[in-house]
């Protein structure tokens, strides 16, 4: 059943390359972004470009991974008020046309890795570093049919949620291999209850926070000293209103923020938190400014700590019909990432 549910959600993502049709030029139209009163608009990507994840840099400017679901894939660079935009690295055409990115974060050395997610059946899913030139290197590769998502940092080490096979994988920098055939943690039952879960990911105090997607869930992992995972708890039990979340992040007070996105007709998503108890607040549903929103990241810089910016993946046409990126004043500062031990 585990195997059958893998393969059915391959032919979806089929489906959703080809509506999107051929690619366009990969350029940023930052310029002509549509005006509205709030929230604020960054950035904002044609159609078909789909902005999947976003994250902060410490230069002070925002790094988007961006896809056509064609030929195209590349990491947008922009400053957080959406001024010069510049294709930061652009992906060879023989990667995009496989697949499409996902989650960003950056290390402690200030290179960022891009998870990459592949459909064909061979697969060469997994996690490439940009290095100070912007070349490329391949860190980490998963067995076929994974499907690498979220990613995050806890002192050196990379965590990357798979959201097929239920799983969390590690790579240490001491790691030699790039291949890994056994995850940190796997409980499919938890984690990809019904065949699509582990999405977002975060650390608050010592403990991975993982959002499953599907089950509408929040599992919270503490590290062990000897750096594996510690008992599982809940901080968010199944939740028919979190059903389709996606990306999570910490403010300094321990406050969990994130996004729910939605591909029915007419739906747009949500913005909401979590606080230290595992209360929900839905801030924002179905507003007319959500469309598609899959991930949300805090200013890195003393200015814009208190900033929150949020992708809009546009897959379900939206109001403008593209993909962007909006701002929030928040009043309280984001967690510094990454995350010390």
Known sequence: MQSRRKF?????????????????LAQSKNANCPKQPYPNVVACFPSPLFAESIT???????????????????????????????????????????GFLLGVAFDEKGRLYVAFTTWTPSG?????????????????????WSFPNGVAFYGEDLYVSDSVNGAIWKKSPHDKEIVQSVPWYQNPALLAPNGFGANG????????????????????????????????????????????????????????WFTVNDTSPGAGGKLGTVDKHGNVTILADNPGWLDYPTMVVFGAKPYNRSTLYLTNAGLNGGTYGMSNVLSFDVDVPGLPIPADH
């Open 8 to 24: 059915a959600l391959f032919p979806l993502l089929l489906v959703l390359m080809l509506g999107f049709g051929q690619a366009l």
């Open 56 to 98: 902060a840099g410490g230069d002070g400017k925002l790094y988007a991974s961006v896809s056509d679901f064609s030929t195209t894939c590349y990491i947008e660079r922009f400053k957080d008020d959406g001024k010069n935009p510049e294709i930061w690295v652009a992906f060879p055409p023989e990667i995009c046309e496989n």
């Open 124 to 144: 060469d899913a997994g996690v490439y570093r940009v290095e100070p030139n912007r070349s490329l290197t391949r860190v980490l590769t998963l067995p076929p």
């Open 201 to 256: 990911v975060a650390f608050y105090h010592n403990a991975l926070f993982v959002a499953v997607a599907d089950a509408g869930s929040i599992v919270r992992f503490p590290i062990q000293p000897d750096g594996g995972p510690g008992p599982w708890e809940y901080v968010v039990p199944p939740d028919s209103r979190l059903q389709t979340l996606d990306g999570i992040a910490f403010d300094v007070t321990g406050k969990l």
